[in-house]
């Protein structure tokens, strides 16, 4: 992934501008996860303005082991499109999170530790 394509998602943080208005959405970026500082997996995405869906290519934890998510709309496991204003559910290093996606001129994303 390009250097310019990597963004940082920290769990608790709030609407975190992950793609900026002027920026291409619908090629692929990386998404960094971490937890008080300490990375804690990736994905592998991009953003589909006209179909208002979320392109997935895939998700690892923190050693690069490919790990399964699910989604709200549509539901099941480690569906390739997810449809925008979404929740991913997906378990990293024991821990469960929850990844909020919301886009429009810009794409915003929250990552919060999940109750068990």
Same mark, same amino acid.
């Given at each position: 992934?390009?250097? /310019?394509?990597?963004?940082?998602?920290? *769990?608790?943080?709030?609407?975190?501008?992950?793609? /900026?208005?002027?920026?291409?959405?619908?090629?692929?970026?990386?998404?960094?996860?971490? @937890?008080?500082? $300490? &990375?804690?997996? *990736?994905?592998?995405? /991009?953003?589909?303005?006209?179909?208002?869906?979320?392109?997935? *290519?895939?998700? &690892?934890?923190?050693?690069?082991? *490919?790990?399964?998510?699910?989604?709200?709309?549509?539901?099941?496991? @480690?569906?390739?499109? &997810? @449809? @925008?204003?979404?929740? =991913?559910?997906?378990?990293?290093? /024991?821990?469960?999170?929850?990844? $909020? =996606?919301?886009?429009?001129?810009? &794409? $915003?994303?929250? =990552?919060?530790?999940?109750?068990?």
């Amino acid at each position: 992934m390009a250097e /310019g394509r990597r963004r940082t998602l920290p *769990a608790e943080a709030q609407d975190v501008d992950v793609l /900026g208005e002027a920026e291409p959405k619908l090629r692929e970026f990386g998404l960094v996860l971490t @937890n008080v500082g $300490e &990375v804690v997996g *990736a994905m592998k995405l /991009g953003y589909d303005t006209d179909a208002t869906q979320f392109r997935i *290519a895939g998700a &690892v934890d923190a050693r690069c082991r *490919a790990i399964t998510w699910t989604a709200t709309d549509p539901p099941g496991p @480690n569906p390739p499109l &997810v @449809n @925008n204003f979404n929740h =991913l559910k997906l378990t990293l290093g /024991g821990t469960p999170y929850e990844i $909020e =996606l919301k886009a429009d001129v810009a &794409v $915003e994303m929250e =990552l919060h530790r999940s109750p068990r």
